[in-house]
């Protein structure tokens, strides 16, 4: 069904997975349940599906994160049933900018540590 977008593969994050499809992160599974991927174009869809937004507790109140839909527990006994919206949950995460990749921190040039190292601060 989406083998020629990429190999599906889990990642562990937070307190479960990331599910991935290719480089795109299209579910969360999580203590909560099954978290898909939505966006304003597909909220319409989730919220008649009866899915809501998924939230957590912190010790300053709710968080809920309009990105990311926990959807209802029947369709994880029916993977024809979760199919579509996985596809969607997909097409949302293909919308999305591509994320930048952070820059490996910068280590100091091998001289320079071991004159530090030495006692050659420069000090005078």
């Known amino acids: 069904m989406f083998a020629p977008c990429g190999e599906v ?36 869809a989730f919220e008649a599906l009866g899915a809501r937004p998924f939230s957590y507790a912190k010790t300053s109140g709710t968080v809920t994160v309009q990105a990311w839909w926990q959807v209802p527990d029947t369709l994880l006994d029916d993977p024809d049933a979760l199919a579509p919206w996985a596809r969607l949950s997909f097409e949302t995460a293909r919308r999305l ?21 030495a006692g050659e601060g420069g000090e005078g």
């Open 9 to 44: 593969r889990l990642r562990r994050m937070f307190s479960g997975h990331g599910v991935y499809l290719g480089e795109h992160c299209i579910a969360l599974a999580i203590k909560a349940g099954l978290c898909l991927r939505v966006d304003a174009e597909s909220r319409a």
């Open 97 to 117: 900018p591509p994320k930048r990749r952070r820059a490996a921190p910068r280590k100091p040039a091998a001289g320079a540590q071991r004159g530090l190292l």
